[in-house]
Nanobody
Framework: QVQLVESGGGLVQAGGSLRLSCTTSGLTFSAYTMGWFRQAPGKEREFVSY????????FYAQSVKGRFTISRDNDKNTVYLQMNSLKPEDTAVYYC????????????WGQGTQVTVSS
């Protein structure tokens, strides 16, 4: 059974930082591209960032570029999202997702972790 479990969310003031983690089980972690998405209240889920299996390809949404950093530890089956200079508009439920290395579908999702940024 594949599981993705996010952690590290919380309440932070604008300008602060949080580090999200997503630990996986039941899949060969190094065979997957890992991504982060978020969904704010009343809005569609949106892409935030992804990282390939070797960590040599990373991509960010324009809204978070320069503030967020994605990384992964294949030995720990975990992907991270370091979020700095947080803004109230970053408030959302953050989800991690897994896509097969040579695939195009985010087939596995976590349950999400809430990030709230106060002004």
């Amino acid at each position: 059974q594949v599981q993705l479990v996010e952690s590290g969310g919380g309440l932070v003031q604008a300008g602060g930082s949080l580090r999200l983690s997503c630990t996986t089980s039941g899949l060969t972690f190094s065979a997957y591209t890992m991504g982060w998405f978020r969904q704010a209240p009343g809005k569609e889920r949106e892409f935030v960032s992804y990282i390939n299996w070797r960590s040599d390809v990373k991509f960010y949404a324009q809204s978070v570029k320069g503030r967020f950093t994605i990384s992964r530890d294949n030995d720990k089956n975990t992907v991270y999202l370091q979020m700095n200079s947080l803004k109230p508009e970053d408030t959302a439920v953050y989800y991690c997702a897994a896509q097969p290395r040579f695939g195009s579908t985010w087939g596995y999702w976590g349950q999400g972790t809430q990030v709230t940024v106060s002004s």
